[in-house]
Protein backbone atom coordinates (compact mmCIF):
# COMPACT_ATOMS: atom_id res chain seq x y z
CA UNK A 1 0.00 0.00 0.00
CA UNK A 2 1.03 3.62 -0.18
CA UNK A 3 1.49 4.45 3.72
CA UNK A 4 1.76 8.47 2.64
CA UNK A 5 3.46 10.86 0.13
CA UNK A 6 5.15 13.76 -0.67
CA UNK A 7 3.07 15.81 -2.62
CA UNK A 8 3.48 18.70 -4.78
CA UNK A 9 2.90 21.94 -2.59
CA UNK A 10 3.79 24.66 -5.54
CA UNK A 11 0.17 24.45 -7.70
CA UNK A 12 1.82 26.09 -10.25
CA UNK A 13 4.32 23.54 -11.05
CA UNK A 14 1.53 20.80 -11.64
CA UNK A 15 -0.69 23.58 -13.81
CA UNK A 16 2.94 23.85 -15.73
CA UNK A 17 3.95 19.96 -15.75
CA UNK A 18 0.22 18.70 -16.20
CA UNK A 19 -1.25 21.54 -18.29
CA UNK A 20 -4.06 22.03 -15.95
CA UNK A 21 -6.25 24.65 -14.11
CA UNK A 22 -6.99 24.67 -10.68
CA UNK A 23 -10.66 23.74 -9.34
CA UNK A 24 -10.22 26.36 -6.17
CA UNK A 25 -14.14 25.69 -5.46
CA UNK A 26 -12.37 21.96 -4.05
CA UNK A 27 -10.47 23.70 -1.87
CA UNK A 28 -13.10 25.60 -0.55
CA UNK A 29 -14.97 22.81 -0.10
CA UNK A 30 -12.12 20.78 1.54
CA UNK A 31 -11.26 24.04 4.14
CA UNK A 32 -14.84 24.60 5.18
CA UNK A 33 -14.88 20.64 5.82
CA UNK A 34 -11.44 20.76 8.12
CA UNK A 35 -13.30 23.98 9.76
CA UNK A 36 -16.29 22.15 11.20
CA UNK A 37 -14.44 18.50 11.59
CA UNK A 38 -10.86 18.97 13.40
CA UNK A 39 -9.81 15.51 12.12
CA UNK A 40 -10.43 16.21 8.67
CA UNK A 41 -6.38 17.33 7.65
CA UNK A 42 -4.65 19.48 4.83
CA UNK A 43 -1.10 19.59 4.48
CA UNK A 44 0.88 22.68 5.96
CA UNK A 45 2.71 22.81 2.97
CA UNK A 46 -0.58 23.82 0.87
CA UNK A 47 -1.53 26.49 3.39
CA UNK A 48 1.83 27.92 3.83
CA UNK A 49 1.80 28.13 -0.27
CA UNK A 50 -2.34 29.39 -0.17
CA UNK A 51 -1.08 32.23 2.43
CA UNK A 52 2.18 33.30 0.09
CA UNK A 53 0.32 33.44 -3.49
CA UNK A 54 -3.25 34.34 -2.53
CA UNK A 55 -4.68 36.98 -5.39
CA UNK A 56 -8.69 36.17 -5.34
CA UNK A 57 -11.16 37.01 -2.79
CA UNK A 58 -12.17 32.96 -2.74
CA UNK A 59 -8.02 32.58 -2.18
CA UNK A 60 -7.83 35.43 0.21
CA UNK A 61 -10.93 33.72 2.11
CA UNK A 62 -8.57 30.29 1.99
CA UNK A 63 -5.77 31.98 3.21
CA UNK A 64 -7.72 33.59 6.37
CA UNK A 65 -9.12 30.33 6.98
CA UNK A 66 -5.81 28.48 7.14
CA UNK A 67 -3.95 31.47 9.40
CA UNK A 68 -7.37 30.46 11.75
CA UNK A 69 -6.87 27.30 11.83
CA UNK A 70 -3.05 27.37 12.76
CA UNK A 71 -3.51 30.05 15.78
CA UNK A 72 -6.40 27.48 17.18
CA UNK A 73 -3.60 24.82 16.97
CA UNK A 74 -1.43 27.07 18.98
CA UNK A 75 -3.86 28.11 21.42
CA UNK A 76 -4.74 24.35 21.93
CA UNK A 77 -0.93 23.38 22.67
CA UNK A 78 -0.19 26.34 24.32
CA UNK A 79 -2.84 25.57 26.67
CA UNK A 80 -1.47 22.73 27.47
CA UNK A 81 2.29 23.68 27.31
CA UNK A 82 1.41 26.21 29.97
CA UNK A 83 -0.25 22.79 32.22
CA UNK A 84 3.08 20.54 31.59
CA UNK A 85 5.16 23.42 32.62
CA UNK A 86 3.44 23.61 36.15
CA UNK A 87 3.81 19.73 36.30
CA UNK A 88 7.34 19.86 35.63
CA UNK A 89 7.79 23.10 38.79
CA UNK A 90 5.31 20.22 41.06
CA UNK A 91 7.83 17.57 40.14
CA UNK A 92 11.21 19.32 40.93
CA UNK A 93 9.53 21.17 44.15
CA UNK A 94 9.05 17.22 45.29
CA UNK A 95 11.84 16.41 44.36
CA UNK A 96 14.01 18.87 46.29
CA UNK A 97 11.58 18.45 49.32
CA UNK A 98 12.90 14.89 49.46
CA UNK A 99 9.40 13.08 48.64
CA UNK A 100 9.60 9.33 47.78
CA UNK A 101 6.89 8.86 45.33
CA UNK A 102 7.80 5.96 43.33
CA UNK A 103 9.43 7.16 40.03
CA UNK A 104 9.47 10.55 40.12
CA UNK A 105 12.37 11.39 38.66
CA UNK A 106 11.12 9.19 35.74
CA UNK A 107 8.17 11.45 35.51
CA UNK A 108 9.73 14.38 35.82
CA UNK A 109 11.91 13.55 32.72
CA UNK A 110 8.75 12.53 30.93
CA UNK A 111 7.15 15.32 31.65
CA UNK A 112 10.15 17.78 30.67
CA UNK A 113 10.17 15.72 27.37
CA UNK A 114 6.11 16.54 26.59
CA UNK A 115 7.17 20.16 27.07
CA UNK A 116 9.64 19.94 24.42
CA UNK A 117 7.63 18.38 22.05
CA UNK A 118 4.70 20.90 22.95
CA UNK A 119 7.12 24.09 21.81
CA UNK A 120 8.57 22.37 18.60
CA UNK A 121 4.64 21.91 17.64
CA UNK A 122 4.09 25.55 18.51
CA UNK A 123 7.29 26.75 16.74
CA UNK A 124 6.43 25.13 13.71
CA UNK A 125 2.46 26.34 13.92
CA UNK A 126 4.12 29.90 14.11
CA UNK A 127 6.32 29.12 11.06
CA UNK A 128 3.32 28.11 8.83
CA UNK A 129 2.84 31.20 6.74
CA UNK A 130 7.10 30.32 5.77
CA UNK A 131 6.99 27.11 5.36
CA UNK A 132 4.99 24.07 6.04
CA UNK A 133 5.68 20.15 4.96
CA UNK A 134 3.66 18.79 1.84
CA UNK A 135 3.53 15.24 3.25
CA UNK A 136 0.09 13.34 3.30
CA UNK A 137 -1.01 10.30 5.29
CA UNK A 138 -4.95 8.85 4.71
CA UNK A 139 -7.49 11.42 5.74
CA UNK A 140 -5.32 14.42 4.56
CA UNK A 141 -6.81 16.03 1.53
CA UNK A 142 -3.93 15.83 -1.62
CA UNK A 143 -4.31 17.54 -5.75
CA UNK A 144 -5.52 15.29 -7.89
CA UNK A 145 -6.22 15.49 -11.75
CA UNK A 146 -9.47 14.93 -13.49
CA UNK A 147 -10.71 15.43 -16.74
CA UNK A 148 -14.31 17.69 -17.31
CA UNK A 149 -14.81 17.57 -20.43
CA UNK A 150 -13.55 20.78 -21.36
CA UNK A 151 -10.31 20.96 -19.39
CA UNK A 152 -8.40 19.23 -17.13
CA UNK A 153 -8.56 20.53 -13.26
CA UNK A 154 -6.55 19.99 -10.28
CA UNK A 155 -9.16 19.11 -7.23
CA UNK A 156 -8.30 18.68 -3.67
CA UNK A 157 -9.59 15.24 -2.15
CA UNK A 158 -9.51 13.50 0.77
CA UNK A 159 -6.96 10.65 0.61
CA UNK A 160 -9.31 7.75 1.63
CA UNK A 161 -12.06 6.74 -0.14
CA UNK A 162 -15.72 7.70 1.61
CA UNK A 163 -18.41 5.89 0.43
CA UNK A 164 -21.80 7.13 -1.73
CA UNK A 165 -23.39 5.78 1.06
CA UNK A 166 -21.26 6.72 4.27
CA UNK A 167 -22.57 8.32 6.84
CA UNK A 168 -18.81 9.26 8.89
CA UNK A 169 -16.39 10.98 7.81
CA UNK A 170 -13.82 9.61 9.66
CA UNK A 171 -14.88 5.56 9.13
CA UNK A 172 -11.41 3.84 9.08
CA UNK A 173 -12.81 -0.09 9.77
CA UNK A 174 -11.08 -0.27 6.40
CA UNK A 175 -8.21 0.38 4.09
CA UNK A 176 -10.06 3.02 1.41
CA UNK A 177 -6.94 4.72 1.01
CA UNK A 178 -5.45 1.93 -1.44
CA UNK A 179 -7.33 0.12 -4.27
CA UNK A 180 -5.57 -3.12 -5.33
CA UNK A 181 -5.55 -3.71 -9.12
CA UNK A 182 -6.93 -7.51 -8.78
CA UNK A 183 -9.93 -6.03 -6.71
CA UNK A 184 -10.98 -3.33 -9.36
CA UNK A 185 -13.51 -5.63 -10.76
CA UNK A 186 -15.14 -7.04 -7.92
CA UNK A 187 -15.08 -5.30 -4.84
CA UNK A 188 -17.80 -3.93 -3.27
CA UNK A 189 -15.95 -0.17 -2.98
CA UNK A 190 -14.02 0.00 -5.77
CA UNK A 191 -16.53 -1.40 -8.80
CA UNK A 192 -18.79 1.36 -8.92
CA UNK A 193 -15.89 3.74 -9.28
CA UNK A 194 -13.65 1.76 -11.53
CA UNK A 195 -14.36 2.70 -15.66
CA UNK A 196 -16.48 5.80 -14.34
CA UNK A 197 -14.55 7.73 -12.07
CA UNK A 198 -10.81 8.36 -12.81
CA UNK A 199 -8.08 10.71 -11.85
CA UNK A 200 -4.04 10.99 -11.38
CA UNK A 201 -2.33 11.25 -8.12
CA UNK A 202 1.04 13.35 -8.46
CA UNK A 203 3.68 13.41 -5.88
CA UNK A 204 7.68 13.13 -5.42
CA UNK A 205 8.14 10.07 -3.21
CA UNK A 206 5.55 7.25 -1.28
CA UNK A 207 6.34 5.95 2.34
CA UNK A 208 5.91 2.71 3.54
CA UNK A 209 6.41 0.45 6.48
CA UNK A 210 8.78 -2.27 6.47
CA UNK A 211 10.31 -5.06 9.04
CA UNK A 212 14.08 -3.78 9.97
CA UNK A 213 16.58 -6.24 10.67
CA UNK A 214 15.65 -6.48 14.24
CA UNK A 215 12.11 -7.00 12.93
CA UNK A 216 10.69 -3.61 14.32
CA UNK A 217 8.99 -1.39 11.87
CA UNK A 218 10.50 1.30 9.90
CA UNK A 219 9.23 3.92 8.01
CA UNK A 220 11.38 4.38 4.46
CA UNK A 221 10.22 5.83 1.22
CA UNK A 222 11.05 5.50 -2.45
CA UNK A 223 11.66 8.02 -4.77
CA UNK A 224 12.54 7.47 -8.63
CA UNK A 225 15.50 7.66 -9.96
CA UNK A 226 15.66 10.74 -12.22
CA UNK A 227 12.64 11.55 -11.99
CA UNK A 228 11.47 14.81 -9.79
CA UNK A 229 7.59 13.88 -9.73
CA UNK A 230 5.71 10.88 -10.53
CA UNK A 231 1.82 10.06 -10.12
CA UNK A 232 -0.34 7.20 -9.63
CA UNK A 233 -4.09 6.35 -11.65
CA UNK A 234 -6.55 6.79 -8.81
CA UNK A 235 -10.06 6.52 -8.32
CA UNK A 236 -12.37 8.66 -6.90
CA UNK A 237 -16.06 9.19 -5.29
CA UNK A 238 -18.58 11.80 -4.31
CA UNK A 239 -20.39 11.69 -1.21
CA UNK A 240 -22.92 14.23 0.63
CA UNK A 241 -22.04 13.88 4.00
CA UNK A 242 -23.25 15.97 7.47
CA UNK A 243 -20.10 18.29 7.68
CA UNK A 244 -20.45 18.91 3.72
CA UNK A 245 -19.59 17.63 0.06
CA UNK A 246 -16.33 15.08 0.08
CA UNK A 247 -14.05 14.34 -2.72
CA UNK A 248 -12.23 11.30 -1.62
CA UNK A 249 -9.84 8.82 -3.80
CA UNK A 250 -7.76 5.99 -3.80
CA UNK A 251 -4.28 5.26 -5.32
CA UNK A 252 -4.56 1.84 -7.69
CA UNK A 253 -1.68 -0.88 -6.46
CA UNK A 254 0.04 -3.50 -7.81
CA UNK A 255 2.78 -5.95 -7.56
CA UNK A 256 5.82 -4.23 -6.66
CA UNK A 257 9.21 -3.94 -8.69
CA UNK A 258 12.28 -5.92 -7.80
CA UNK A 259 13.61 -3.16 -5.69
CA UNK A 260 10.65 -2.58 -3.96
CA UNK A 261 10.28 -5.96 -3.22
CA UNK A 262 13.85 -6.61 -1.80
CA UNK A 263 12.87 -3.81 0.58
CA UNK A 264 10.08 -6.20 2.49
CA UNK A 265 7.26 -4.77 0.74
CA UNK A 266 4.33 -5.91 -1.29
CA UNK A 267 2.51 -3.06 -3.09
CA UNK A 268 3.43 -0.52 -5.62
CA UNK A 269 1.09 2.35 -6.74
CA UNK A 270 0.44 2.37 -10.46
CA UNK A 271 2.65 5.01 -12.27
CA UNK A 272 0.60 4.93 -15.74
CA UNK A 273 1.93 5.82 -18.79
CA UNK A 274 1.36 9.61 -20.18
CA UNK A 275 0.28 8.49 -23.28
CA UNK A 276 -2.57 6.94 -21.36
CA UNK A 277 -3.47 9.77 -19.33
CA UNK A 278 -6.68 10.30 -21.81
CA UNK A 279 -8.03 6.90 -22.01
CA UNK A 280 -7.55 6.87 -18.04
CA UNK A 281 -8.98 9.73 -17.58
CA UNK A 282 -12.06 9.02 -19.94
CA UNK A 283 -12.93 5.70 -19.42
CA UNK A 284 -16.53 6.06 -20.19
CA UNK A 285 -17.48 3.25 -23.08
CA UNK A 286 -13.78 1.48 -22.49
CA UNK A 287 -14.44 -2.50 -21.44
CA UNK A 288 -13.25 -2.30 -18.13
CA UNK A 289 -11.28 -5.56 -18.60
CA UNK A 290 -9.21 -3.20 -21.01
CA UNK A 291 -8.93 -0.39 -18.45
CA UNK A 292 -7.56 -3.55 -16.44
CA UNK A 293 -5.05 -4.03 -18.63
CA UNK A 294 -3.85 0.00 -19.50
CA UNK A 295 -2.99 -0.57 -16.16
CA UNK A 296 0.18 -2.60 -17.37
CA UNK A 297 1.16 0.54 -19.44
CA UNK A 298 3.65 1.48 -16.96
CA UNK A 299 6.54 4.04 -16.86
CA UNK A 300 9.63 2.38 -16.71
CA UNK A 301 10.91 3.33 -13.32
CA UNK A 302 14.25 2.37 -10.86
CA UNK A 303 12.98 3.63 -7.31
CA UNK A 304 16.00 4.57 -4.79
CA UNK A 305 14.94 4.07 -1.46
CA UNK A 306 16.04 5.57 2.21
CA UNK A 307 15.25 5.32 5.55
CA UNK A 308 12.49 8.04 6.55
Given at each position: MCYSAMIEADLRKLEKQFGVKIDW????????????????????????????????????????????????????????????????????????????????????????????????????????????APRVFPNFFAPVIVDQGKEKLVKLMRYHVCPKNGKELN???????????????????????????????????????????????????????????????????????EPGFLRSFAAVTDEPPPEVAETGHDRCPVFLSEDKFELWLNPTGIPREELVKLLDSKVPTYFEHKAA
Open positions: SSFDEAFNIRSKYSQSMIPSGLDSYIIQNAETPLQKRLAKMAKAHYQAEIDKFSAKLKKYEQDVKDFEAKLKSGSKIKDLESKLQKRRETVEWHKEKINYYERIEETGAFKYNLFNARRDRLLDSRTWKPLFGKQHAIFPFHRFYESVAGANGQAKIIYFEPKEKEIMWSAAIYEEAKI
